[in-house]
């Protein structure tokens, strides 16, 4: 493919991950690139890059940036690594297990906190050593579990990002306890305001999502932010009408890289 480069690094934790790169040929502009963490990236490496180096020929605004996949090590060319995503992307399991839950009990669960940290602390160094980066510009794409990780961060660590994208947030999942983060950041947001800015987000979901909550719960969610923009947060919310679950990403990508690489 085009301007793109895979590189394996290990996490400080010793888990192993497999990082697909796409960045434009030429220097990056003069306050560096900016960049877009893609997780899940075996699954949607090759879209998001496709979309940027084609973009790149009549809006520098998308093209001039850079997409960083943070995907596993894989050998049978599968698009997931599914144990590896359910520890990565969620909380710890409820007591007692929702039902929908339990077909997945015999997997490792609850490591959304070191994967984040693996996210900040080890990949951007390592992603910032290699290329000339706008530290002040980077986002997160998330999808499912990934879009349910991608609220976590928000919630906890409002600031870490420049802008978000829960595509088809699994909400639902783990008796919705992502609900009590949910409802902890909107009472900080409203009584202790963030010093510096917080990522503005963007939620994505089909309207033939195989989960339905997966709609009813983005679309209660997209409902209850939109007071706190009154404390700072920009939120958007779109359904792709005609759209499953595993359609989503794909259709998400243009809308993505315009609401991340748009500055301000």
């Given amino acids: 493919m085009p301007d793109a480069e895979t590189w394996d690094i290990t996490s400080s934790a010793g888990k192993p991950y497999r990082i697909f790169v796409s960045r434009p040929e030429g220097d990056p502009p003069a306050g560096g690139f900016p960049v877009l963490y893609v997780l899940d990236g075996n699954a949607f490496f090759a879209g998001f890059a496709e979309s940027r180096w084609t973009q790149n020929i009549m809006d520098a605004s998308l093209g001039r940036t850079m997409i960083v996949a943070v995907g596993y090590p894989l050998d049978d060319n599968k698009p997931y690594a599914f144990e590896r995503r359910m520890e990565d992307f969620t909380p710890p399991w409820a007591s007692p297990m929702p039902p929908s839950e339990?077909?997945?009990?015999k997997w490792a669960a609850g490591g959304w906190e070191p994967f984040y940290k693996f996210l900040v602390d080890d990949l951007r160094p390592a992603v910032a050593s290699r290329y000339h980066i706008d530290p002040n510009r980077q986002s997160l794409f998330g999808h499912s579990l990934g879009g349910l990780f991608a609220l976590h961060v928000l919630y906890k660590h409002p600031e870490s990002f420049f802008a978000i994208v829960a595509a088809s947030p699994s909400i639902y999942w783990n008796?919705?306890?992502?609900?009590?983060?949910?409802?902890?950041?909107?009472?900080?947001?409203?009584?202790?305001?963030?010093k510096s800015p917080i990522a503005r987000l963007l939620m994505v979901v089909g309207s033939r999502e195989?989960?339905?909550?997966?709609?009813?719960?983005?679309?209660?969610?997209?409902?209850?932010?939109?007071?706190?923009?009154?404390?700072?947060?920009?939120?958007?919310?779109?359904?792709?009408?005609?759209?499953?679950?595993?359609g989503v990403p794909t259709r998400a990508i243009t809308d993505t890289m315009r609401f991340v690489f748009t500055w301000p």
Avoid at 176 to 190: G, K, N, Q
Avoid at 218 to 244: C, I, M, N, T
């Fill in 210 to 246: 195989e989960t339905r909550l997966e709609q009813m719960d983005a679309e209660d969610l997209a409902k209850r932010l939109e007071p706190l923009s009154a404390y700072g947060l920009r939120s958007r919310f779109q359904v792709y009408e005609g759209e499953p679950h595993l």
């Fill in 102 to 105: 339990r077909p997945f009990a």
């Fill in 175 to 194: 008796g919705a306890s992502i609900l009590a983060e949910e409802r902890e950041f909107a009472s900080h947001l409203a009584n202790a305001p963030p």
